[in-house]
């Protein structure tokens, strides 16, 4: 299956005389290219179209409604420059700059560069030979989608941040952000909310496998932004968007639907809901053509996440006041690693090993166990360091000191970390009960409820004989 994704562009018709809107339509009708567009401005044409793969090949529908991957996007533009006359494309990067009339030019056979002519064309094949690797991998339904999509935009205000980001990895967040984090679980994935000023350098906190941004401004002078990275470029979304489906495609059932699905607010919506689960693309899809001022309401709806966070991104609560939140503060290195462990220890990671998962089942867990064996390992350790001093001269009293002070100095660090690890724990209240600690709060407790019986009914050691 053909993954799709959306490039927008625009086309200035130099001479509307020679080049209308009708002209441009007529031309994506002729080779049933599904797209949105739209006038913009006197002389202006706002284009999105669907393409796919490295060499990003447009979507051409067939007879029978059914998508494909045509023309690349470059063979599309120069199609189109050749076709209509005296336009400006710039279409994904890729620029016709328009046909410039400047009259007749003789050329003499002594003027053209025989050996630059070769070279052209020794280039050109080869970049047909790598087009060839790349069509079988459309088709068999590979899509590479590493392009830059749109630019990055300036996030600043509140903002809110869905993505597979772990837990154990918001202090290193918070740190490079210098600002603290209000997080929220979610299935598969956390909810981060904080506020931005432009002064942040988010990349020394790593790249996520996917990210959902949304930033607002409190004042309402300037609508919300939403940012969306899954699967393939990053798609933006300005609550601004007055693209329409092409004549033909929204006369046809297919090339509407597909339109529908592939572009514009489908486009984003289909993203979010197939990255993150249980989130219906209908309810997405509803917040993005809603009005701008209620639009962050409804995608927080949409996403499952506390209405609380709806007030933050309007400015009238603080990240840290939000109720529920996991709250991170920046903090130096060696409390950051702390944390990191913490949260590592307890699942929150993204890690596949699960060191410290399995690190804190075997240790953390059963301390009295550990203490036990460490004791045992460093009383046995000791013997055999000093039984190895007492016969230092000796090759083996050499070799029995050094396993003794080596199974000594395990014992030690094995306890040592034990205990670093249970107080990162504690501090940041993830405690795991233990079954030791249990039933010596249940001993406890029958005792006092014992005493509290015989004082009621009389204690039997002072009763008359």
């Not at 702390?338 to 949260?343: F, H, I, L, N």
């Not at 036990?372 to 390992?377: G, L, M, N, P």
């Not at 000093?386 to 395990?410: D, E, F, H, Q």
Request: charged share 25%; net charge negative; with cysteine.
């Amino acid at each position: 299956m053909v993954t799709w994704r959306p490039v927008s562009g625009d086309i200035l018709r130099l001479d509307p005389a020679l080049a209308s809107v009708n002209d441009i339509e007529n031309f994506l009708a002729e080779r049933r290219i599904p797209g949105r567009g739209a006038a913009a401005g006197e002389d202006g044409y706002r284009l999105e179209l669907a393409v796919t793969g490295r060499r990003r090949r447009i979507a051409v529908l067939d007879d029978d409604g059914v998508p494909a991957p045509g023309p690349t996007l470059a063979e599309f533009v120069e199609e189109m420059d050749g076709t209509l006359r005296k336009l400006q494309i710039d279409m994904g990067g890729i620029i016709a700059w328009g046909d410039i009339d400047l009259g007749e030019v003789d050329v003499e056979g002594d003027d053209v560069d025989v050996a630059s002519l070769q070279e052209l064309e020794r280039q050109a094949e080869a970049a047909a030979g790598e087009g060839a690797g790349d069509d079988a991998r459309e088709v068999s339904g590979e899509d590479a989608g590493e392009e830059a999509g749109e630019d990055i935009p300036e996030f600043k205000g509140p903002m809110l941040v869905v993505s597979d980001i772990a837990l154990a990895e918001m202090p290193g967040l918070a740190a490079a952000n210098r600002r603290s984090l209000a997080v929220f679980r979610m299935e598969g994935a956390c909810a981060v909310a904080m506020e931005l000023d432009g002064t942040e350098d988010a990349r020394r906190a790593g790249k996520p496998g996917f990210a959902i941004a949304l930033s607002t401004d409190p004042s309402g002078l300037d609508a919300p932004v939403l940012s969306v990275r899954c699967r393939g470029p990053r798609l933006v979304w300005r609550w601004d968007d007055e693209l329409e489906p092409v004549p033909w495609a929204k006369a046809d059932a297919a090339a509407s639907d597909f339109v529908a699905r592939e572009l514009g607010p489908g486009a984003i919506s289909q993203r979010i809901s197939q990255t993150v689960a249980s989130v219906d693309a209908a309810r997405i899809e509803e917040a993005l053509h809603a009005d701008p001022h209620a639009a962050p309401a409804m995608l927080v709806a949409a996403l499952g996440l506390p209405s609380e966070i709806a007030d933050f991104l309007s400015g009238l609560l603080s990240a840290t006041a939000i109720p529920g939140a996991i709250v991170f503060e920046p903090k130096p290195l060696p409390q950051r690693i702390q944390t990191s462990v913490a949260y590592g220890s307890v699942g929150e990671s993204k890690s596949k090993t699960g060191y410290w998962q399995a690190y804190r089942r075997l240790f953390v867990d059963r301390p009295r166990v550990t203490e036990i064996v460490s004791s045992i390992q460093a009383g046995v350790g000791s013997v055999l360091f000093a039984g190895g001093l007492r016969s230092w001269r000796r090759t083996g009293g050499k070799v029995a000191a050094a396993i003794g002070g080596a199974l000594v100095v395990n014992a030690a660090a094995r306890i040592l970390t034990m205990q670093w690890i249970q107080t990162a724990l504690e501090t940041e209240g993830l405690t795991v009960k233990r079954a030791e600690a249990e039933n010596e709060t249940a001993e406890e407790a029958e005792v006092e409820d014992a005493k509290a019986k015989g004082l009621a009914v009389g204690n039997p050691t002072n009763a008359c004989p």
